[in-house]
Nanobody, 128 residues
Framework: QVQLVESGGGLVQAGGSLRLSCAAS????????VGWFRQAPGKEREFVAA????????YYADSVKGRVTISRDNAKNTAYLQINGLTPEDTAVYYC?????????????????????WGQGTQVTVSS
């Protein structure tokens, strides 16, 4: 079983930056793809970014492309999401997820149904 714990969220002013972390425990996730999703109040959860197990490939949502960088450190069993130029529209609970099917990589990484394990989320609030 894999447990994912997000951290790094908080209250930040518009224009600021945050780096979210997703720490895995229970077993190594070095062979799992990792995705980040977010859910704003009153809205459905949406895809933000994904990274392949070896960090060789990434996907980004168009809404964050250019402002967000996903990365991972398999030695630390941790993935990261760097968000720059935060706006109030980025206010949401951010979730990380792990996909144990490392044999396939594609657009399906942008859908939450592809992922097997989820963290509890970390709140990001951006003030104007």
């Amino acid at each position: 079983q894999v447990q994912l714990v997000e951290s790094g969220g908080g209250l930040v002013q518009a224009g600021g930056s945050l780096r979210l972390s997703c720490a895995a425990s229970g077993r190594t996730v070095g062979t799992y793809h990792v995705g980040w999703f977010r859910q704003a109040p009153g809205k459905e959860r949406e895809f933000v970014a994904a990274i392949s197990w070896n960090a060789g490939s990434t996907y980004y949502a168009d809404s964050v492309k250019g402002r967000v960088t996903i990365s991972r450190d398999n030695a630390k069993n941790t993935a990261y999401l760097q968000i720059n130029g935060l706006t109030p529209e980025d206010t949401a609970v951010y979730y990380c997820a792990a996909d144990r099917d490392s044999w396939s990589w594609g657009r399906q990484q942008t859908t939450e149904y592809e992922y097997d394990y989820w963290g509890q989320g970390t709140q990001v609030t951006v003030s104007s």
